[in-house]
């Protein structure tokens, strides 16, 4: 049956303005987004923070070396993934993440790996986690040869303690993290994931790894019972069928072959924290919860605008590098 003239131009206009609203939006978020990013890098200019630039495949990592760093004393190494369509100067944003005071107060250094991107600049920049996200994940991006390379460029230019190197992530960063305890144990000696789950296809660690997972029980983007929430990605084919926050521990406890009950190790008004503890190789599989707080870091003094403000009952850098800390020897020859 055929349409009418006027029927057709009003279904033609209808799509026109519906793909004119979708076009808006965007660059909508992109203006948001750059312009967060211009506020980031106007405090880097100011001395807000003093972050170095190392060039690794092309990719930009921004470094912040602790201050009462000696090159005679290693120091610790902590790899940070931005999440999904962010990029390494969003991450290294103190007010959002904190990973540079909390560098300052214990003494490791911390560097910004910038994701893979076809943007001028690595803006709008994903991982490749094994099922998720965007354009790395599409393009098949090495990231786990892109981490390793970034350890080697580091080591090479600071005094790096090769047995005290984490990796940890928000997000599409945290599965990155995830995926690396599975394809990199040999390397990193921990990894802490906030608020991204297990995304891998496969994963066969070379020895147990201890694993660190921060989620809040409202996230509306990696929804904590499974499945891709409404806050995520809008375009469903960039991201996945999240899995759930018990199922990603259940495999690390699987994986590490934790034996016994979780114990409670924190309880606080807001959060709280179980840790397996009986796990092959000295590994330890920790889960912390925040009631609160969405798909945000945890103790973040500043979220993207519209969001559900952070959790303050839990500090995800301090939480994260004590779990780190607490892991393995602090010097002598590399795992791997």
Not at 34 to 52: D, V
Not at 79 to 99: I, P, Q, V
Not at 162 to 186: E, I
Not at 299 to 306: K, L, M, N, Q, S
Request: glycine share 10%; proline share 5%; charged share 20%.
């Amino acid at each position: 049956m055929k349409l009418r003239p006027a029927v057709s131009c009003c279904l033609i206009a209808s799509a026109l303005l519906a793909s004119t609203a979708a076009q808006a939006l965007q660059l909508g978020e992109n203006f948001r987004h750059r312009l967060e990013q211009r506020r980031a890098e106007r405090g880097e200019r100011n001395g807000a923070s003093a972050l170095q630039e190392v060039q690794v495949q092309g990719r930009k990592v921004l470094v912040h070396v602790p201050a009462g760093y000696d090159p005679a004393r290693p120091a610790p190494l902590v790899l940070a993934f931005h999440g999904g369509g962010g990029d390494a100067a969003f991450m290294a944003d103190d007010s959002r993440y904190g990973l540079q005071r909390e560098a300052d107060r214990s003494g490791f250094i911390v560097a910004f790996p910038n994701g893979a991107s076809k943007l001028p600049g690595g803006r709008f920049a994903t991982w490749n986690a094994g099922a998720c996200c965007g354009y790395a994940r599409d393009q098949g991006s090495d990231d786990v040869g892109f981490a390793r390379a970034v350890v080697s460029a580091l080591e090479a230019k600071y005094a790096v303690d090769p047995r005290r190197v984490f990796a940890t992530g928000m997000s599409n960063g945290g599965m990155l993290a995830h995926r690396l305890a599975c394809d990199a144990a040999d390397v990193f000696r921990a990894v802490a994931s906030v608020a991204g789950t297990d995304a891998t296809t496969h994963c066969t660690p070379s020895r147990p790894i201890s694993v660190l997972h921060i989620h809040a029980h409202d996230d509306d983007h990696v929804l904590f019972d499974g499945g891709a929430g409404p806050g995520a990605f809008r375009d469903q084919s960039s991201v996945m069928n999240f899995v759930s926050v018990p199922e990603t521990v259940a495999r690390w406890v699987q994986r590490d072959q934790c034996s016994g009950s979780p114990q409670r190790v924190l309880q606080v008004a807001g959060a709280y924290c179980d840790a397996y503890k009986s796990c092959a190789g000295g590994a330890q599989v920790q889960l912390c919860v925040t009631d609160t707080g969405g798909h945000s870091w945890p103790g973040a003094d500043r979220v993207r605008p519209g969001k559900e403000a952070a959790s303050t009952a839990l500090d995800a850098s301090a939480t994260i590098w004590r779990f780190f800390d607490s892991q393995g020897p602090r010097s002598g020859a590399a795992p791997r």
